[in-house]
């Protein structure tokens, strides 16, 4: 270590000022005890500083030196006031001396930035929740409806399965119905299905008009002792196997159209289609 | 003296004032130029002295440059106080040594070597960097940044311009 160098550097000027940090004070001093040159120079700054103060300083009025010994005495002897620590030390207060660096301020800023981070990702992560809660109750809602239809499916696939079993295992002959050379409906089509032995009749729309409110279409089978009403057939089930009254016997079958809730018997006037078994 | 003013013997705080109440008031009126509030600041700073008389650690200096450093550093701190208006700072070593030069009502007497003096012996950076860090209560590193001077250069000033001083301070 140059000594002369560490001298003239400066430092032991900024020291008597008591312009260093707490680091550079303790290097000072610790310089100072190692090297009595180093402490003599900072005698002779102080002393200098000492000098220049007390030549071009001026005294104070009297009344400061009474004001001063009242307080003194008002103080009391033994006092340790603790206002701002920072205005009785010259180390602390070389911190203060700055003005601009407030010490706490980097972490001031860090702790606003930090908060600001939190508060966005706290939004971002609630919109993404609610966002998530919103298509959850929304998929749950997609999933009870897709789970209605498989219901329905199934108790619709449970029904034609029924009919086709009835339809195989029983032993049906099928008796088409035309509306062909009637008035009503030139177009209408209806299959009747009947198991002599069982008696049972199943019935099939192709093509059959709506009707009004009031009326209905009634299915009657035609044997020796005249038309004999076996069931309301439902026009708009179509293609599908409606299971009717039973049948005796038959040599055709017929569907007239008749009040709601059908007829004692047929209103031949309004004969839809008619089927004789061949 | 130190176990007296530890004693708070009232002899010893006058023997203190005394001694040191001039330079001491000297420092604070560098730095506030209003002579009333530089009296507030100073009788403040002497009181407080003899209150932290116990946290003076003589292996760190002078008891003179213990207290000096508390006159400047409670000046300074008035002249940051909201009551302190920002206009005063711009003053110079100029104001100050005319404005003591002007002041004859005080009972203090003013000696013939005055800081005008001192100062007009040092060249026109030295007094710069004075002004700033002496007299305006400036820490050396804020010269550095706010002028735009080296830290090494504002340091080395700082020592020409006390050595300087140091020379004619063994003439006084």
Same mark, same amino acid.
């Given at each position: 270590?140059?000594?002369?160098?560490?001298?003239?550097?400066?430092?032991?000027?900024?020291?008597?000022?008591?312009?260093?940090?707490?680091?550079?004070?303790?290097?000072?001093?610790?310089?100072?005890?190692?090297?009595?040159?180093?402490?003599?120079?900072?005698?002779?700054?102080?002393?200098?500083?000492?000098?220049?103060?007390?030549?071009?300083?001026?005294?104070?009025?009297?009344?400061?030196?009474?004001?001063?010994?009242?307080?003194?005495?008002?103080?009391?002897?033994?006092?340790?006031?603790?206002?701002?620590?920072?205005?009785?030390?010259?180390?602390?207060?070389?911190?203060?001396?700055?003005?601009?660096?407030?010490?706490?301020?980097?972490? %001031?800023?860090?702790?606003? &930035?930090? /908060?600001?981070?939190?508060?966005?990702? $706290?939004?971002? *992560? =609630?919109?993404?929740?609610?966002?998530?809660?919103?298509?959850?109750?929304?998929?749950?809602?997609?999933?009870?409806?897709?789970?209605?239809?498989?219901?329905?499916?199934?108790?619709?696939?449970?029904?034609?399965?029924?009919?086709?079993?009835?339809?195989?295992?029983?032993?049906?002959?099928?008796?088409?119905?035309?509306?062909?050379?009637?008035?009503?409906?030139?177009?209408?089509?209806?299959?009747?299905?009947?198991?002599?032995?069982?008696?049972?009749?199943?019935?099939?729309?192709?093509?059959?008009?709506?009707?009004?409110?009031?009326?209905?279409?009634?299915?009657?089978?035609?044997?020796?002792?005249?038309?004999?009403?076996?069931?309301?057939?439902?026009? %708009?089930?179509?293609?599908? &196997?409606? /299971?009717?009254?039973?049948?005796?016997? $038959?040599?055709? *079958? =017929?569907?007239?159209?008749?009040?709601?809730?059908?007829?004692?018997?047929?209103?031949?006037?309004?004969?839809?289609?008619?089927?004789?078994?061949? | 003296?130190?176990?007296?003013?530890?004693?708070?013997?009232?002899?010893?705080?006058?023997?203190?004032?005394?001694?040191?109440?001039?330079?001491?008031?000297?420092?604070?009126?560098?730095?506030?130029?209003?002579?009333?509030?530089?009296?507030?600041?100073?009788?403040?700073?002497?009181?407080?002295?003899?209150?932290?008389?116990?946290?003076?650690?003589?292996?760190?200096?002078?008891?003179?440059?213990?207290?000096?450093?508390?006159?400047?550093?409670?000046?300074?701190?008035?002249?940051?106080?909201?009551?302190?208006?920002?206009?005063?700072?711009?003053?110079?070593?100029?104001?100050?040594?005319?404005?003591?030069?002007?002041?004859?009502?005080?009972?203090?007497?003013?000696?013939?070597?005055?800081?005008?003096?001192?100062?007009?012996?040092?060249?026109?950076?030295?007094?710069?960097?004075?002004?700033?860090?002496?007299?305006?209560?400036?820490?050396?590193?804020?010269?550095?940044?706010?002028?735009?001077?080296?830290?090494?250069?504002?340091?080395?000033?700082?020592?020409?311009?006390?050595?300087?001083?140091?020379?004619?301070?063994?003439?006084?």
């Amino acid at each position: 270590m140059d000594i002369q160098n560490y001298i003239s550097s400066g430092k032991l000027e900024l020291f008597v000022l008591g312009d260093l940090n707490e680091t550079e004070q303790q290097e000072v001093l610790s310089m100072a005890r190692k090297y009595p040159e180093i402490q003599q120079e900072i005698d002779a700054i102080e002393a200098a500083m000492f000098a220049f103060d007390k030549a071009s300083g001026k005294n104070p009025s009297p009344a400061v030196k009474d004001k001063i010994f009242a307080s003194l005495e008002a103080a009391g002897p033994v006092m340790e006031q603790e206002d701002s620590p920072a205005q009785a030390e010259p180390v602390e207060k070389e911190v203060n001396l700055y003005p601009g660096i407030n010490p706490w301020k980097p972490f %001031a800023v860090a702790a606003s &930035l930090t /908060a600001l981070l939190a508060i966005g990702a $706290a939004a971002y *992560f =609630a919109y993404s929740y609610f966002d998530a809660e919103e298509r959850y109750a929304i998929a749950l809602q997609q999933n009870a409806i897709l789970a209605d239809d498989i219901q329905s499916n199934q108790v619709k696939l449970n029904e034609l399965d029924q009919s086709m079993e009835r339809l195989l295992s029983g032993n049906f002959e099928r008796v088409p119905m035309k509306g062909e050379g009637l008035p009503m409906q030139e177009d209408a089509l209806v299959d009747v299905f009947w198991d002599r032995e069982s008696r049972e009749v199943l019935l099939s729309v192709n093509q059959l008009a709506d009707l009004d409110e009031n009326s209905d279409y009634q299915l009657w089978a035609i044997g020796a002792d005249g038309p004999v009403g076996i069931g309301l057939v439902n026009a %708009a089930e179509k293609l599908n &196997l409606q /299971a009717m009254q039973e049948a005796v016997e $038959a040599q055709a *079958f =017929a569907i007239t159209i008749e009040p709601k809730g059908g007829s004692e018997s047929p209103t031949l006037e309004k004969l839809v289609v008619l089927g004789e078994i061949s | 003296m130190i176990q007296g003013l530890r004693a708070r013997d009232r002899q010893v705080q006058e023997y203190l004032y005394e001694k040191y109440s001039r330079a001491l008031f000297g420092v604070i009126s560098r730095i506030i130029y209003d002579p009333d509030l530089a009296e507030e600041v100073f009788h403040d700073a002497f009181v407080k002295i003899n209150q932290k008389i116990d946290r003076y650690d003589a292996s760190k200096g002078r008891l003179y440059t213990w207290m000096a450093n508390i006159c400047r550093n409670a000046a300074i701190d008035k002249t940051r106080s909201k009551e302190f208006s920002k206009s005063s700072k711009t003053n110079t070593i100029d104001d100050y040594v005319y404005g003591m030069e002007s002041e004859s009502g005080t009972a203090a007497a003013v000696d013939g070597i005055g800081v005008r003096e001192l100062m007009a012996e040092l060249n026109e950076e030295q007094r710069f960097v004075m002004e700033c860090i002496y007299f305006k209560g400036y820490t050396h590193t804020e010269v550095a940044e706010n002028y735009d001077i080296p830290l090494g250069t504002v340091k080395s000033r700082v020592r020409s311009a006390i050595n300087v001083l140091k020379k004619k301070a063994d003439i006084i």
